[in-house]
């Protein structure tokens, strides 16, 4: 079975890809086409279709959980850390 898996990955998971799966992939691997084959695109053209999400792939997904100074306010900072490792340290 080793053998069989090593030398066909596609078969050795027991996951069927949907067709809904299907298609969200040729049309990322059309757009990465384009892509690759046009001019160098401009800041705001990227900006744009983000739709004020993370990035142009990923949207908003997951925008909610990403740790930001409104969402982090007693959190320790590497800083604390750091000074409380150089204290133990030196035995203050």
Do not use: C, W
């Not at 001019?39 to 990227?46: F, G, N, Y």
């Amino acid at each position: 079975m080793l053998i069989f898996t090593s030398t066909a990955p596609a078969f050795a998971t027991s996951h069927n890809s949907t067709t809904q799966e299907g298609k969200a992939a040729k049309v990322y691997a059309k757009k990465a086409q384009d892509t690759l084959q046009s001019a160098p695109q401009s800041m705001e053209e990227v900006q744009s279709r983000t739709g004020g999400g993370l990035n142009e792939v990923q949207g908003e997904a997951g925008k909610k959980n990403m740790k930001r100074p409104s969402n982090s306010q007693g959190a320790t900072t590497a800083q604390d850390i750091i000074e409380r490792a150089m204290d133990k340290a030196q035995n203050k």
